[in-house]
């Protein structure tokens, strides 16, 4: 019982750290890709820092250059993926604001839930189905159609948002087989590495010297905001169930938005607070219902 308090107290604050990760996209003034690359370098860094330690890095990286396996090639494919998914997403929160690029990207798990049947040759549910309307149902309350034109930095939110989503939900999906072959900080280092060096090809022009600048804030967000959580989040699997895991995942965009309404005074519209509820009820009651019907199947 003590092992499972202190497991939910380590999900929490990673749910937290995660939640804050958005911030960055208002305190960091710089392009997207330098703050991804930074983030990137600087977890990579961690990660095979913690692989050295225990000295598994030689095992880490040496395997995975085998041909039969692709471990090193494909994770390091993925990590394009992944660097996509974290520009889209602190663009998103750049073109907006903190509350709608988190909503946005909230809209995740219905991307897995759709494409699942398509990848994996599963049976599309009804329970999906109503899992997305409701999401898109949130979406429209937080952007009616009539307000297109007098708010295009919603639009363009939105749209940053959703394809970060999307972008996310084709990692997990891909990660679903691969950390069956690879344990979680190997396969998260090698696609880090993956991710820097694809966004070392993206940065403007001076960009280096511009991240210069930027660099307390940019550890910030690579210990704190991402590798931290990243641990935490691992670690709090081994004594919790999943159902309890999702639910608390789901409270990702609430901390962030609070957060970001007490340092910015960011408080969205009630527009978008209606319409964020409806998203995270509708993702909620279908991840519940998900997993009670998998528990009885």
């Known amino acids: 019982m003590k092992e499972q308090r202190l497991a939910l107290l380590n999900l929490h604050i990673a749910i937290v750290l995660l939640g804050i990760s958005g911030l960055f996209g208002k305190l960091l003034p710089i392009d997207p890709t330098l703050i991804v690359l930074g983030r990137t370098v ?46 889209t997403f ?22 897995v839930t759709l494409l699942e049947p398509l990848l994996f040759r599963e049976k599309l549910r009804l329970l999906d189905l109503l899992t997305a309307a409701g999401v898109v149902l949130g979406l429209f309350i937080i952007f009616p159609l009539s307000s297109m034109d007098s708010q295009a930095d919603k639009v363009a939110g939105i749209a940053w948002g959703v ?65 931290l959580p990243m641990l935490m989040f691992l670690n709090s699997l081994r004594h919790l169930k999943a159902q309890l895991v999702s639910l608390v995942t789901c409270l990702e965009p609430v901390y962030g938005i609070v957060f970001a309404a007490a340092l910015f005074g960011d408080v969205p519209s009630s527009n978008t607070l209606i319409g964020g509820a409806v998203i995270l009820l509708a993702i909620t009651a279908g991840t519940l219902i998900r997993n009670k019907s998998r528990s009885f199947s």
């Open 90 to 111: 602190f663009k998103a929160i750049q073109v907006s604001s903190v509350a709608i690029g988190l909503l946005a990207f909230a809209s995740f798990p219905v991307f």
């Open 42 to 87: 600087i977890g990579a860094a961690v990660l095979a820092g913690i692989l050295l330690f225990q000295k598994r890095l030689q095992q880490a990286f040496a395997g995975g250059w085998s041909l039969s396996k692709a471990q090193w090639p494909l994770n390091m494919l993925l990590g394009i993926v992944l660097a996509l998914h974290w520009i």
């Open 163 to 227: 394809v970060s989503a999307l972008l996310f939900a084709l990692l997990s999906l891909a990660n679903r087989f691969r950390i069956q072959n690879t344990d979680a900080v190997t396969l998260t280092c090698q696609q880090n590495i993956g991710a820097a060096l694809i966004t070392l090809l993206l940065i403007p022009a001076g960009g280096l010297s511009i991240m210069a600048n930027h660099w307390p804030l940019l550890l910030a967000l690579g210990l704190l905001c991402t590798t």
